[in-house]
């Protein structure tokens, strides 16, 4: 099979792209035929090196959707559609940048769908991390005022229509003044520029925000925890910033009092694959709508990264074999 292996951190120029033996499932584990994989912040931040516990040569990619090729077990059958989302794929064992993917059966979603490949390679980990953010972390219900850091990111974007289908007030923002309006036509109510001190702006309405989704990191993220009410809720889940770390972290100083801060990891939570075809449907429906940038051949991985890390994409990167 071709894979792109990465031998060393570094830019994308680092991926090569080789052949690879088809490692066979054993107990437990799944073969996947790889028909697309989304690109996320992650897989930049361990292409950099900053992912320590990753140890190169390694095939990276967290995320995949594809037919099941072989299943010891028999659960899953040949030729199945599934999906397969984290549980160190890509990190502790080769992901996804390749025609094949073994994987641990316990991250596998079975699917139904007409879809094409590459917009249901987009899916996934956008899926997960939303409705795990939203749902899980902040617990929004119907008439929340929500406010998205880092509303133009890909998980910004579909968290943005989420929320306002299910009956949220959304305030999103970008550091760019020129997406404003097509934050706009995403279904955010209201658009905010952020400079990194977007509190002062908020200050005459923050008590009005019930819950904030800080996709900037460790960076924003003492400046979303001014912006919602007492009592309100910060989940940060992106790291955009690519800082992982919080220096001379204090929590009496740092988190105002009754403001509760919790997080967002998709490699800690599995959700059931009902919800996964819920969304899915959703999108078929024209419920949701999700913007894929760019779809990239295996060949060009280093193009699709490129393009990532420029922050010039407006919606999820893919990848297909």
């Excluded at 031998?7 to 799944?30: L, M, N, T």
């Excluded at 931040?45 to 037919?67: A, H, Q």
């Excluded at 889940?237 to 919790?262: C, R």
Aim: hydrophobic residues 40%; neutral net charge.
């Amino acid at each position: 099979m071709k894979a792109a292996v990465l031998y060393e951190a570094g830019g994308p120029e680092k991926f090569i792209v080789e052949e690879k033996p088809v490692s066979q499932p054993g107990p437990g584990q799944v073969l996947i035929a790889v028909k697309a994989f989304g690109l996320n912040r992650s897989e930049l931040m361990t292409r950099k090196g900053y992912s320590p516990n990753v140890k190169f040569p390694r095939v990276l990619g967290i995320e995949c959707v594809g037919l099941v090729e072989n299943d010891p077990s028999g659960e899953f059958a040949k030729g199945q559609q599934v999906a397969a989302i984290m549980g160190e794929m890509g990190r502790q064992y080769d992901g996804s940048y390749a025609e094949y993917v073994t994987v641990p059966k316990h991250i596998v979603m079975p699917f139904k769908s007409s879809l094409p490949w590459e917009q249901l390679g987009a899916f996934p980990e956008m899926f997960q991390t939303v409705f795990g953010s939203l749902h899980l972390a902040l617990n929004i219900a119907s008439g929340d005022t929500i406010l998205i850091r880092g509303g133009t990111s890909s998980i910004g974007m579909l968290a943005t229509q989420v929320a306002r289908n299910f009956g949220l007030t959304v305030i999103a923002t970008t550091r760019n003044a020129s997406k404003t309006e097509l934050l706009k036509q995403n279904g955010a109510h209201e658009v905010i520029i952020d400079d990194g001190n977007i509190s002062a702006k908020l200050s005459a309405s923050s008590a009005g925000i019930d819950k904030l989704l800080d996709l900037v990191g460790t960076f924003s993220l003492g400046d979303s925890l001014k912006c919602v009410k007492p009592g309100g809720t910060v989940c940060m889940t992106g790291m955009l910033s690519e800082q992982w770390s919080i220096a001379d972290f204090a929590p009496m100083e740092y988190i105002p009092a009754t403001v509760k801060l919790t997080v967002y990891d998709s490699g800690q939570v599995t959700l059931e694959p009902r919800h996964f075809q819920n969304f899915i449907q959703d999108v078929e429906a024209g419920r949701v709508r999700l913007n894929v940038s760019g779809v990239f051949p295996l060949a060009k991985i280093a193009e699709a990264h490129a393009l990532m890390e420029s922050n010039q994409a407006s919606g999820k990167i893919v990848g297909v074999p």
